[in-house]
């Protein structure tokens, strides 16, 4: 068995993993990279691997770092099946559609304004695209198994996000396991990742590997900074991923307000059409979730839901005025309606942005965090006066004790581990702790190397 670091070897996005099993070419995850310009380049340069050679994809999860390169992979060539669960599919077809939306807009706002260094800017993929790619996607059985050739396959749940799994694959005598993205102990939405116990061969993520979440009561928290912004006449901007987090969000608000700790009577916005639809899945799939079904069904009582492009301006200019609180994608500032917010928002001191979850280097809400004064948006610089906060509590990751606890599950060492999906300070200090707590043989791999397993 032979395995490809064709993405997230150095980085924390674009999870691409080729397994060669000498009968079939399986390829876990197809995501974008995101961020910095040198990772976003990556997506227009070649995958590394004939997309025609490969047999099928083996998708983890529905968040565009993993899955957001299978329009461009079936553009290129790969007439494969896509196997996923049944909640990462329908997520899917909401995720990809946008993100070719997006891309199409992009391209269309660059040749307007002459912003773009070739002839004529074009999107990776198109909305065409997408839909034909969403044609390649198969169903798994209710236990999560299936056969491809030789190999057997397992998809285990991961938390996370709504149907997010790790992967096992089984062939040429090696059991590899893949742990997608694991999500936590005590999230607030879904169960703990299902543990797992043997492995030959294991790549895992290391998203959070050199740091632990806050312990921190993020509804003790969020109810503070409503109240506080409000009494000085402020609004609240929760610059949210449309997917899990959202819906996260929703939650905790319900409950504050059900609480009494913020006004019964506040406006709360969700402005996402993205969102609204991903709220009707996991309203779908609650029975993937450990909230109640009473809780489920009320996320979006009492909140407006903004669906017209010309609302969304209408309703930013109305909380730049008066205290309200807004939901909107996407989650770390990189496009989306959220920088209708942020143009308005941002100047303010009254005003409270506050992110909620992981920023990737690079984007936005990355800069924003670390303290830069300033943002550009749609070719404007744009000042930060506003009172920023980040609540890492609402990750959807697990933390380096949460990682460490889940590896301890294994009955015996796995005889290669490979770190992935982390920025290199975070990969390397997991990979550190599984080396000198577990005595394992691990590595963090290079991006394109290729190991035979």
Known sequence: MKVTFLGAADAVTGSRHLIDTGDRRLLLDCGLFQGYKALRERNWGPLGVAPASIDAVLLSHAHLDHSG?????????????????????????????????????????????????????????????????????????????????????????????????????QGAGRRLVFSGDLGRAKDLMLPPPQPLDEADVLLVESTYGDRRHPAEDVQERLGRIIRSTIDRGGSVLLPSFAVGRAQALLLVLQRLRAAGEIPGELPIFLDSPMAREATEITQEYGRLLKISSGELARLCEGVRVVSKPQESLKVAQAVAHRPGVVISASGMATGGRVLNYLQVMAPQARHHICFAGFQVGGTRGAKMIAGAREIKIRGEYVPVSAELSHLEGFSGHADSEELMAWLRQFRRPPSQTFVVHGEPQAADALRSRIQDELGWQVRVPQHGETVEV
């Open 69 to 169: 390169y299978i329009p461009a992979l079936v553009r290129q060539g790969f007439r494969g099946q896509i196997f996923s669960t049944p909640a990462t599919r329908k997520l899917c077809e909401v995720l990809l559609a946008d993100s070719a939306h997006l891309m199409e807009e992009d391209a269309r706002r660059a040749n307007r304004t002459g912003s773009t260094r070739h002839a004529k800017a074009l999107p990776l993929y198109t909305l065409k695209d997408a839909q034909r790619a969403l044609s390649h996607f198969v169903g798994l059985p209710r236990d999560g198994r299936l056969k491809l050739g030789a190999n057997e396959i397992r998809f285990t749940p991961a938390g996370h996000l709504l149907g997010a799994s790790c992967i096992t694959v």
